[in-house]
Every structure is written in structure tokens, then in C-alpha cells.
């Protein structure tokens, strides 16, 4: 994206531009016209904002063209677009009679963008999508209160799912009000898109956060934030990184993060019928349907691969599991039907285990994080899971993120093991990645990018991550305390993520000083004392830690040949692990040396 924005405007053409686009109405600011532009070019679809604010940031000096073109077209440099803009440029709100027991019920800003939607709509190239359904006389929508500050708002006529985290001071519930006054002439996502140039049209000084779930030419969710910023901001930028986020509903579901760290399941219920189901910790869920095309896969229900995986579970007669991970997620992609049946098979499983150990085993979540850019952030990540995992002070849940420079420290030292142990030759190096021969035929990958300071992956990674959940809390404070850090490492790199925004510079976020951890990452170089802890940890459990990973059916052969190269090392570790299919419902269990139970 261009670096360029409207702030380099001189000042003749910023004034230019904006006294070309008052005319649509408000108060004429440069902000508001610009808010205004977007709503109205979202008509050409979700990406045409985005990328008119693109086209104005690249070439300032021809802005009143450029936005000419897009309100028409949805594209750049379009010819003949003078007649849609004019009409909007001359559009004037009828002034309605006066009517003493139905007084207005739209602010004037918003009726004349209501307005100005449906005209420029109309003149769309060939008529334009069709507008709303009869909806007037079909009943106020129904509010559902979550928990917290969070409400689920739905039609009777199941036209849309609304859910707002509203305030303290109650400004969410007038959107929802407002959306439902919007409909006689917009279609919801017309109205989402509306009420989003509104409310920061007129900067109130409490956040909201807003979800709508509907139904156009198919399922889709609309998402938007409005928290107050200070003083005087670039409009071009304001707009640009506050724009709506849209998306179509994937056909096996969709699971969403909403305000006040509630969770949105998007379901396929029916043929035409999307379920949308809000929780939060201190509520109940609460449910409304909405109006969708029909789904061609329903995953199978994450609460039967739950009940499987405990049947299966109760053959195992091993010793106390020392560790549980679940719900491994990649922080660039959405939350997913994967996630969902993972952490549903999870949190049977430690429930189960809590009761029936002596020593209750330590919980972990795996995230890829070293992926741009990130759209769900680690905050959100946690939130899920405190909604899905039981609460333990015996079990607390550690995320761990697979970037983390401890765990390419823990490699290092492991690397080192396997030289001593003779098993320097099965090594092979192809490119900058370092593979091994198990020795049956199988050249996986051992490290991946070794050139690349704690990013990459490999069979030694996960090596790692299982020598780390062994005894995380005596890597952690060791760590801490050695680089006198606030909170442990990997707390560390969710927050820096977080502060980012989503958005990494190069492979991941910085942490630390400047090339702080490089000493720890280096294979040819192990920390002492990395080592040192290493060795008493891997002491301490010679006589076995059993480890259980809840995964994707999809990494059955890498969890195989991850026991197969633990066997090399001389590992004293067990691992067990249960595998899901979402296409399927099949679970099997897997056990060191013991093969697959169906």
C-alpha cells in the first residue's frame, strides 16, 4: 500500500476535493465526506473502499476524479461517471410532513446517507441489486442480553443477527434501534455500512464494537469498531484503517470474536437457515437465526467427537499424562470448525483427566504466529479459549507461540544431543533446511530455514515444544529472569502482537532487545545455560512424561515420525494423541508404539 496519504494534500486541493463532495450532505468535513464516499462506494462491493482510499492516497492531485470514477464504476479512471455524482451532488432530502405522533425517527445526517444509498443504488449499472424485502409492519427486533455489556439483536422476520457490545452509557442499543429504522429502505449490510460513516460522523466518546451476520447474495458477516480517537487525525488514514471488515460465512461455519471478549459461532442450522449463537463467561448463550443459502458440508458436531475421544480415552492405562495441547490455530487465518472440535475434544479431556489424576497435567495452546498479517489476534485467541477450556488453578493454560526463541533454544540444545549420540550422519542439508533419515525410507524435514533466527519449523521444533511442556514454568521463569522481562517470553510476543495491530514487519514481532535472543537460537552454539536446564529437566522425567496433542487428522504421519525421532534422541517421553476429522466425524487414538485404535 502507497505510503502516500491526503495529509499531503497542498492545501488548494485538499479544499478542492472537499468542497467537491460537501454536497453529500452532514457537515461537510473533509473526515465526514470521506466516510461518506466509502459507505457509498461499498456498493460496487466490500474491497471498493479500500481500494478508492488506495487510489486517493497514490495521486492526491486527481482525488475528485478518482472518487468520481468509484461512485459510478467501482473502478479508477472509468469514462462517462459525471451523471451519478451530479445527482447525488444535487440531491436534496424531501422535508417530511410534520406528524405529532410519529415524529422523525432518523438523525438528518443519517436519513440524507440513507437516501443518498438508495439513490446511487438505483443507478447502478443494470439496476443495481435488489433492495430490501417488505419488511415494514414486521415488528420491532428482539434484544437478547449475553453477559457483560453485549446484546444479540434479531428481526422477526430473521433477516440479520446484530450483535453489539454496547457501552456503559447505552449508545450500542440506539444502533441497533437505528439499523431496524434503516430497513424499510436499506438492506442490512447497507445499513451496517451506513450506521459505520454515522457514528463516526459523530465521534461519541464511548467505544462499540458491531457484528452483523446476513444474508445478501450469500451468508456474510460485516464487522466494525468505533473507539474515539483524540485531537485532529489524517482522514484518509482514520478511514482506511477503520473500514468495515466483510466476509463471506465458510461453508462448515465460522467462529468469531466479538466485543467484551465474546464468542460468535456462525452455524449452517437448516437448507436456508444460518444459526448465530453469542457467549460470554458470566451468561448463557443466546441464539437467532438468519436467512442463508444452503450449506453443502455440516461438519459433524464437535460435542459427538468430544464423546468419542473419552471412549477412546478410556482404554489408555499408562501413567499420569504429563501435559495436554489443543486448539492449534494459525493466527492468520479465522477461528474454524478445526479449532472448535479441537478444543471441544480438549476440554473433555482435561475435565476428565482433573478428576481422575492425582497430578493434574499442564495445559498448552500451540499458535503459528510467524505469518502476516494476523487476523486473529492473540487476545482474542486467549478469549476463546477461557470461554472453551475448564478453569483450573491446578491446570493453568499456557499459549505458546511456535516463533518463540526458547523453543529454538530447547532445539539447539536437542541438536546437539543427536551429534553425541552418533546421529550425525543420517543428517542431510538441502537448501538452508536440515533433514534426517529415520531409517525407514523417510527423509523429513529436521529444521526448517536454519539461517532464519527462530523462525522455520521441523521435526526438532516439535521436539522442543515437548521438552518445554514437560516443565514450562522452570523454562519460563528462567528465561524471565535471565532477560528481566516483565511477564514470561511468550506472554511477551502475544503483546507485542497485540500492540501491533495485526500487522508484523517481516517474519514476526520484536521482542527484547535487538538480537537479544540470537545466542540462544544458534544450532551450532547451545546457551549453557539452556543446556543446563535441559539436562535436570530431562533428569527429572526419566522415568516418562506422557504427553497428549489434540490435532487435525491431517498431522497423523508428522506426530508418528515426531515418536520416531524422539525414540533417536532417547526422549523419555510417551505421546499420545487423539485425531479428528471434520469431513469425516472419524477420532482415532494413537499411542507410542502401540499403532492407531478406531
Not at 462448515?252 to 464468542?263: C, H, R, S
Not at 510467524?370 to 493453568?396: E, G, K, N, Q, T
Not at 532464519?452 to 522442543?464: C, I, K
Amino acid at each position: 500500500m502507497h505510503a502516500v496519504t491526503i495529509a499531503v494534500m497542498d492545501l488548494v486541493t485538499a479544499r478542492r476535493f472537499q468542497a467537491a463532495y460537501a454536497g453529500l450532505g452532514g457537515r461537510g468535513s473533509l473526515t465526514e465526506v470521506l466516510f461518506r464516499l466509502a459507505a457509498l462506494t461499498a456498493l460496487h462491493g466490500p474491497d471498493a473502499p479500500r481500494e478508492l482510499l488506495t487510489a486517493l492516497a497514490a495521486e492526491p492531485a486527481a482525488a475528485v476524479g478518482t472518487a468520481r470514477s468509484f461512485l459510478a464504476t467501482g473502478r479508477p479512471a472509468a469514462q462517462g461517471t459525471g451523471g451519478l455524482v451530479r445527482e447525488l451532488l444535487a440531491h436534496r432530502p424531501a422535508a417530511p410532513p410534520y406528524d405529532i405522533v410519529h415524529p422523525p425517527r432518523l438523525p438528518p445526517a443519517l436519513e440524507s446517507l440513507r437516501d443518498l444509498i438508495v439513490l446511487a443504488r438505483a443507478r447502478l449499472p443494470g439496476g443495481g441489486p435488489a433492495g430490501p424485502g417488505p419488511v415494514v409492519g414486521a415488528g420491532r427486533p428482539v434484544e437478547q442480553p449475553v453477559g457483560g455489556s453485549t446484546i444479540l439483536v434479531s428481526p422477526p422476520d430473521r433477516g440479520y443477527a446484530l450483535v453489539l457490545a454496547r457501552d456503559r452509557y447505552g449508545h450500542a442499543p440506539e444502533l441497533a434501534a437505528l439499523l431496524h429504522r434503516l430497513r424499510p429502505r436499506l438492506t442490512p449490510s447497507e445499513a451496517a455500512w451506513a450506521l459505520w460513516a454515522y457514528i463516526h460522523h459523530q465521534r461519541p466518546p464511548h467505544p462499540v464494537d458491531f457484528l452483523l451476520v446476513t444474508h445478501d447474495d450469500t451468508a456474510l458477516s460485516l464487522r466494525w469498531r468505533y473507539r474515539p480517537w483524540p485531537g485532529r487525525a489524517d482522514p484518509l488514514g482514520l478511514c482506511r484503517d477503520r473500514l468495515p471488515a466483510v466476509a463471506p460465512i465458510h461453508p462448515g461455519g465460522e467462529i468469531l470474536l466479538g466485543g467484551d471478549d465474546n464468542l460468535v459461532t456462525v452455524r449452517a442450522a437448516a437448507a436456508t437457515i444460518t444459526e448465530v449463537t453469542v457467549e460470554h463467561r458470566t451468561g448463557r448463550p443466546v441464539s437467532a437465526l438468519v436467512c442463508a443459502t444452503p450449506s453443502r458440508h455440516h461438519p459433524p458436531a464437535p460435542r459427538r467427537a468430544a464423546a468419542r475421544a473419552l471412549t477412546l480415552l478410556g482404554g489408555y492405562r499408562g501413567p499420569d499424562v504429563t501435559s495436554v495441547a489443543c486448539g492449534q490455530v494459525r493466527l492468520d487465518r479465522a477461528l474454524g470448525p478445526e479449532q472448535e472440535t479441537g478444543v471441544a475434544i480438549g476440554a473433555a479431556v482435561l475435565r476428565r483427566l482433573l478428576t481422575a489424576q492425582r497430578t493434574a497435567p499442564l495445559l498448552t495452546a500451540p499458535m503459528d504466529d510467524d505469518s502476516a498479517p494476523v487476523r486473529l489476534p492473540p487476545r482474542d485467541y486467549r478469549a476463546y479459549l477461557r470461554l472453551r477450556l475448564p478453569r483450573s488453578p491446578r491446570s493453568p493454560l499456557r499459549v505458546v507461540p511456535r516463533s518463540s526463541p526458547l523453543l529454538y533454544a530447547i532445539a539447539a540444545v536437542l541438536y546437539r544431543r543427536l551429534l553425541a549420540l552418533g546421529l550425525g550422519e543420517r543428517v542431510q542439508r538441502h537448501g538452508g533446511s536440515l533433514f534426517i533419515d529415520l531409517g525407514n525410507g523417510a527423509l523429513p524435514e529436521l529444521v526448517a530455514d536454519t539461517a532464519a533466527a527462530a523462525r522455520g519449523g521441523g521435526l526438532l521444533l516439535e521436539a522442543a515444544l515437548l521438552t518445554y511442556r514437560t516443565a514450562p514454568a522452570r523454562f519460563d521463569a528462567y528465561l524471565q529472569d535471565r532477560f528481566g522481562l516483565p511477564v514470561d517470553l511468550h506472554r511477551t510476543i502475544a503483546d507485542a502482537l497485540d500492540e501491533s495491530g495485526g500487522h508484523l514487519t517481516g517474519t514476526g514481532p520484536a521482542v527484547g532487545p535487538a538480537g537479544s535472543f540470537a545466542a540462544l537460537t544458534d544450532l551450532a552454539s547451545p546457551d549453557p545455560g539452556v543446556r543446563t536446564l535441559v539436562g535436570q529437566v530431562l533428569a527429572d522425567a526419566a522415568d516418562g512424561a506422557v504427553h497428549l496433542d489434540v490435532l487435525d487428522a491431517y498431522y497423523t504421519a508428522q506426530r508418528q515420525r515426531v515418536r520416531e525421532l524422539t525414540t533417536l534422541l532417547r526422549l523419555p517421553f510417551r505421546l499420545l494423541t487423539l485425531h479428528f476429522s471434520t469431513a469425516t466425524g472419524e477420532v482415532t487414538f494413537h499411542d507410542t508404539g502401540v499403532g492407531s485404535v478406531p
